[in-house]
C-alpha cells in the first residue's frame, strides 16, 4: 500500500542551525509529494511540494528534492530560526488518487531555542 | 478573508454519547475534506465532498459516523454513538475546484475530541 515514514521528533536545534528531516515513502507509480507545517494554534499548512522526479520543491528557506531512486522527500533548511519551530508533516498523493487524499507521516514536532 | 473554522475546539464526552463537529470552509470552496488524527497515528483521509455531493468516502471508518453537507456550504461530522478510539484531533480541510485537478488544501485547527 502506499505509506510516508518520517523521522521520529520532537527535533530540538539551536538558532542558525542546519535542519533535516528525513522522509520516505512507498507508492505505485509517481506520486505527488508534499511537506505540510502547522504552526501552534493553526491549521496545517501547505509549505512546498513536488510532482515529479527530481523536482525541487521550496519556500520560506526550506528545500526538498523528490529522489525516486530512494524514494525520498527530505525537508532541510540551511539556518533554522525560533519561529519555524511548528510540526512538519510530510504527504503524498498516490499517482491517479484523488487530488485531496492525501497520505500523511506521523509528524516531526521541530523546537527552536533561541 | 476567513479561513477554514471548526467548532467546537475540544469536546469531552462519554462513551455512548454522541458529538457533532461543524466545519466551515472557506468561501467558494467546493471541495471539503476531513481528516483525523488518533494520538500518536498519522493523520487519515475520511471523506471529501464536491459542494453538497460526498465524492470518496473511503475513509470512514464504520457506520457511527455521519457526515453531511447540506447545501453545499458548512459540513457536519457526527459521530453516534461515540468509542474509546474515536478520540482524536479531526480536521476539515477546503480547496477551490481547478483546471485539472485540485487547488491548495486549507486546513482549519482541528477540533479535540476525548471520549472517556
Known amino acids: 500500500g502506499n505509506s510516508v515514514t518520517q523521522m521520529e521528533g520532537p527535533v530540538t536545534l539551536s538558532e542558525e542551525a542546519f535542519l533535516t528531516i528525513n522522509c520516505t515513502y512507498t507508492?505505485?507509480?509517481?506520486?505527488?509529494l508534499f511537506w505540510y507545517v502547522q504552526y501552534p494554534g493553526e491549521g496545517l499548512q501547505l509549505l512546498l511540494k513536488?510532482?515529479?522526479?527530481?523536482d525541487k520543491g521550496s519556500n520560506k528557506g526550506f528545500e526538498a528534492t523528490y529522489r525516486k531512486e530512494t524514494t525520498s522527500f527530505h525537508l532541510e533548511k540551511g539556518s533554522v530560526q525560533v519561529s519555524d519551530s511548528a510540526v512538519y508533516f510530510c504527504?503524498?498523493?498516490?499517482?491517479?488518487?484523488?487530488?485531496?487524499?492525501?497520505?500523511f507521516g506521523k509528524g516531526t514536532k521541530l523546537s527552536v531555542k533561541p | 478573508e476567513a479561513g477554514v473554522t471548526q467548532f467546537p475546539s475540544h469536546s469531552v464526552i462519554e462513551k455512548g454519547q454522541t458529538v457533532t463537529l461543524r466545519c466551515d470552509p472557506i468561501?467558494?470552496?467546493?471541495?471539503l475534506y476531513w481528516y483525523r488524527r488518533v494520538m500518536g497515528k498519522e493523520i487519515k483521509f475520511l471523506l471529501h465532498?464536491?459542494?453538497?455531493?460526498?465524492?470518496?468516502e473511503s475513509g470512514m471508518p464504520n457506520n457511527r459516523f455521519l457526515a453531511e453537507r447540506t447545501g453545499g456550504t458548512y459540513s457536519t461530522l457526527k459521530v453516534q454513538p461515540a468509542e474509546l478510539e474515536d478520540s482524536g484531533v479531526y480536521f476539515c480541510?477546503?480547496?477551490?475546484?481547478?483546471?485539472?485537478?485540485?487547488?491548495?488544501?486549507?486546513f482549519g485547527e482541528g477540533s479535540r475530541l476525548t471520549v472517556l
Open positions: 480541510a477546503s480547496s477551490q475546484v481547478v483546471k485539472g485537478g485540485t487547488g491548495e488544501l486549507f
Open positions: 507508492a505505485t507509480g509517481y506520486p505527488s
Open positions: 513536488a510532482t515529479k522526479a527530481d
Open positions: 504527504a503524498l498523493i498516490r499517482y491517479g488518487g484523488s487530488q485531496g487524499n492525501l497520505i
Open positions: 468561501s467558494g470552496h467546493d471541495n
Open positions: 465532498f464536491v459542494k453538497e455531493s460526498k465524492q470518496d
